[in-house]
């Protein structure tokens, strides 16, 4: 079990243990460390950015002095989204790229994600090395030497690539609600846009160091949807604090489920023959129809636990090109290494181009199945596997619905609780059996009724 690094890097409240500059600057050093040994002891360059917490300066200048102690070259891209830290490690033929940052938590909270030489989210056995390698740190010095690192323009190559995309001016006649989080965004996605001629009309574009994700962003779009129905846009867009995912709305001010934004990828790439392996990658948490909206298309759905590294991985191993979260991580693998909002949001507007069809109209074409989801907080998380009356009642249900729905059961990664999802075509159905599951996991675990 993963000491520090959680689904998606190590993540926390600032001033707690981990997320500190005294930790960082030990995770510094142990990364250096790491290089050190993976490099046979050449010099190596780290690329580093973060979003716009105001804890950001200090963590990033900790984690440049600790990789300065194993003379590791550093450049630093200041504010950036998380996709361009990926791109920009390519660009660079850096050994190591870092976000500092911790996606759509709120502000208090700041986390660091870690790319491979080839912009590959790290695994686990990559993640436990530095682990043990962390562990064998000292304490830091009480005032931590300076950092020395050399500026880079991660964001300036990153507009003109995602520009390219698209030929300028092509979306002249367009008006296009962004909603930027208060985040990594505020320069990168408008900018995108204004080449390409879109009037635009921004929601969350004044970060203080302190707002990102505050009342705006991908968890909160309802300002969104307000904005796009008032002034009458085509679309509007959503990121998250560090841009590598995005929720969109319709014009008529319609949040578009991820699940449906995913089925409609798949399908298209299908009918274009542009779909490689047949196959999109998802997760666990995706809605049944995801998978009857690709098959019925002629592709397969292949599922995968929740988090963007395992979509991603899996796409590799099938070679699959396009994968992801319905939580709206989505990965073009022909484009990028990673999630990337601002590429998914080019690639809706693309469809919307080449069908002549507005995103309501597309919406529509995805049916998603009736979904009900209940936590319960436990006192004790005991393996499912023992819980046999639990068990025999999901094996009930699952078939009573068949193949036209499914039981989703799991503990949390991060809190005691039990998540319970059903999903099946008929919502009396649905209803039903979610309630049937709890109280048979009430009769084995001790839950705790606030």
């Known amino acids: 079990m993963a000491k520090y690094f959680g689904t998606d890097g190590i993540r926390g409240r600032f001033g707690d243990s981990l997320i500190c500059p005294q930790f960082a600057y030990r995770l510094g050093c142990a990364l250096g460390n790491y290089l050190t040994k993976i490099r046979f002891g050449k010099t190596s360059t780290v690329v580093i950015g973060r979003d716009t917490r105001a804890s950001g300066v200090a963590l990033s200048d900790a984690l440049i002095s600790g990789l300065n102690r194993h003379e590791v070259h550093v450049h630093d891209a200041s504010v950036v989204p998380t996709p361009a830290i990926a791109r920009s490690v390519i660009d660079q033929h850096a050994d190591l790229g870092i976000a500092i940052t911790a996606s759509h938590n709120p502000s208090c909270d700041n986390g660091i994600k870690l790319f491979d030489h080839c912009a590959h989210k790290l695994d686990v056995a990559q993640e436990s090395l530095i682990e043990s390698l962390i562990d064998n740190e000292p304490e830091p010095p009480v005032n931590l030497p300076s950092a020395k690192f050399h500026p880079l ?6 507009i003109n690539y995602l520009r390219s995309l ?9 008006r296009v609600v962004l909603d930027l989080a208060n985040g990594a965004t505020v320069k990168t996605t408008p900018a995108v846009f204004q080449c390409w001629g879109a009037e635009l009309l921004l929601i969350g574009d ?9 009342g705006v962003g991908s968890e909160c779009p309802a300002q969104l949807a307000e904005a796009v ?9 959503a990121h998250d604090g560090d841009g590598d995912r995005l929720v969109v709305c319709d014009e008529g001010g319609t949040i578009v489920d991820g699940d449906i934004i995913l089925a409609l990828f798949g399908r298209y790439a299908l009918n274009a023959d542009t779909l ?7 997760t666990i948490h995706s809605n049944l129809g995801l998978d009857h909206a690709v098959r019925d298309a002629g592709g397969q759905v292949d599922r995968v636990d929740v988090g963007d590294r395992n979509v991603a991985n899996r796409m590799r191993e099938l070679g699959a090109n396009i994968g992801g979260e319905s939580s709206g991580h989505i990965i073009f693998s022909d484009y990028a290494t990673t999630g990337d909002g601002l590429l998914a949001a080019v690639k809706i507007i693309e469809l919307m181009c080449t069908t002549g069809k507005a995103l309501s109209e597309l919406r529509k074409e995805i049916t998603l199945f009736p979904q009900s989801a209940t936590n319960l907080r436990v006192a004790e998380k005991r393996p499912l596997v023992e819980l046999k009356y639990f068990q025999s009642v999901i094996k009930a249900t699952e078939q009573d619905l068949g193949d036209e729905g499914r039981v989703l059961v799991r503990y949390s990664g991060t809190e005691s609780k039990l998540r319970l999802l059903v999903e099946g075509k008929d919502d009396l159905q649905v209803a039903k059996a979610i309630k049937v599951i709890e109280i ?5 675990l001790d839950v705790i009724h606030s």
Do not use: C, F, R
């Open 153 to 158: 323009d991660a964001s300036g190559s990153y």
């Open 166 to 174: 698209m030929d300028q001016d092509s979306l002249s006649d367009w």
């Open 206 to 214: 004044k970060p203080d160091g302190l707002n990102i994700n505050d």
């Open 229 to 237: 129905l008032k002034h009458k846009a085509h679309i509007g867009i």
């Open 276 to 282: 490689k392996s047949g196959t999109l990658v998802s």
């Open 440 to 444: 048979a996991a009430s009769k084995e």
